[in-house]
Each structure stands twice: as C-alpha cells, then as structure tokens.
C-alpha cells in the first residue's frame, strides 16, 4: 500500500486529463512492482483511494515518474480541480496472465 500527497496536474493525453503525479521517492517502488504488475505500455493496475472515494485504474508513464488518472467521477464526488491537493492511497494489482 503506498500513500502520498501531490498536487492535481493536468497532461493532454487521454481523458480526463487530470492526474495526481506519483512523488519521486515512491518511482522506483513502483517501477519495481510494474515489473510484475504491467500489463504493457508503462501501464500499472492500481486500485486507488482520495477522500471517500475509491476506484481502480492504471498508472500512466510520463518520463521518469507515473502520474495517476483521476476520473471525472472521482472529481466530481471529491470537488476536485486542477492544482488542488490530495492525499492518495493505492495498491497495485496483480495482472493474472494465462
């Protein structure tokens, strides 16, 4: 389980274009579970939790760290924007490969 605070950035990739950028001292921790967890692409299953509200996406690459997807629902149910503070717990999923 890793848990952490950052600010909500936003990045023009793929919707909803706002992320939670995972801190520089937790990347390698993560890198080192995508080893197993990654499914392709730099992506990583995570289950993840801000505020009350709890959700499961996949950490996006970008560059030298993961930022985490904060979904449209998740930000309304939250009252979340661009450049507020978040506190963030998340674990990374197991991919079952056959």
């Known amino acids: 389980m890793l848990s ?20 520089d001292h937790l990347v390698g921790e ?3 579970a995508a080893r197993e967890a990654s499914y392709g692409w730099g992506m990583v299953p995570v289950k ?8 499961t996406t996949s950490l ?3 560059g030298d760290t993961y930022v985490l997807p904060i979904k449209v629902a998740v930000q ?11 506190a963030v717990t998340m674990e990374i ?3 079952i490969r056959r």
């Open 76 to 86: 309304r149910a939250e009252g979340l924007g661009l450049g507020d503070r978040v």
């Open 93 to 95: 999923s197991r991919v």
């Open 30 to 32: 993560v890198h080192y």
């Open 48 to 55: 993840a939790q801000i505020g009350g509200t709890e959700f």
């Open 4 to 23: 952490f605070e950052t600010d909500i950035i936003e990045w023009r990739g793929p919707p909803p274009y706002l992320f939670a950028p995972v801190p």
């Open 60 to 62: 996006f690459r970008r």
